[in-house]
């Protein structure tokens, strides 16, 4: 089976604008996860989604947010940039109780 | 704040040394206990744990979860430069507020020198 995929894998962005991350599940896994990673905070969760319908969000300000479609690929919206907004976002797909991660979007806000 | 401690934060060890790496919870709902070993890029999945006492293995890698005392330990036998990584360890808390998210510890940055 093929793993979880990412798109794009680096982005540069300036403050201000707004960026948009997709990612592929693992086939046959309908759940997804968002996490964002930073050397301060470590691996903090943003929100699952599974079956299109978001089920749960982390502590992150309404600038981010997400969807999922039919065919269980999600997408991130990251809105009015922020400095502090630079960090890898990783997406997890969920099957068998375990979560699979994907290499991970590196996103730089300059 | 449900929190999950790793210790020790950082380990330098030598090839062939074995390793083990703790990680301790203070919640006692939770559905699973998940490892991950990352380099430079996402986390690789290493065991999950949902049972008390019974050790997962793989290769030079265990895994054991003890739920009467809150913890977790991660062992690695003949360590090779290879193993240097960040682990990190994670709850899976049960609930439906918890659907798909992990609470991470802070890591172990584990150094193998040849």
């Known amino acids: 089976k093929a793993g979880v995929t990412q798109t794009p894998r680096y982005l540069i962005k300036t403050r201000g604008q707004q960026v948009t991350l997709s990612c592929s599940p693992i086939?046959?896994?309908?759940?997804v996860s968002w996490y964002q990673q930073t050397p301060g905070q470590g691996l903090q969760f943003l929100f699952e989604y599974f079956s299109e319908t978001q089920r749960n969000k982390g502590n992150f300000p309404g600038r981010f947010s997400g969807r999922q479609f039919s065919n269980s690929r999600s997408e991130m919206n990251v809105s009015t940039l922020e400095l502090g907004d630079s960090a890898l976002y990783l997406c997890?797909?969920?099957?068998?109780?375990?979560?699979?991660f994907g290499p991970g979007t590196r996103l730089t806000v300059l | 704040e449900d929190k999950v401690v790793q210790s020790p934060l950082s380990l330098v060890v030598h090839e062939g040394d074995t390793v083990t790496l703790n990680c301790s919870y203070e919640v006692t709902n939770f559905r699973s206990l998940l490892w991950y070993k990352q380099e430079k890029k996402a986390p690789t999945f290493l065991f999950m744990l949902?049972?008390?006492?019974i050790e997962k293995k793989s290769g030079r890698l265990s895994s054991i979860l003890d739920k009467k005392e809150l913890f977790s330990i991660l062992n690695i036998t003949a360590t090779q430069t290879g193993d240097s990584a960040v682990y990190l360890c994670a709850l899976q808390l049960a609930g439906g507020t918890s659907y798909g998210k992990l609470t991470f510890g802070q890591g172990t940055i584990l150094t193998v020198h040849p």
């Open positions: 086939s046959g896994h309908r759940s």
């Open positions: 997890a797909s969920s099957g068998q109780g375990s979560k699979f």
């Open positions: 949902t049972s008390s006492g």
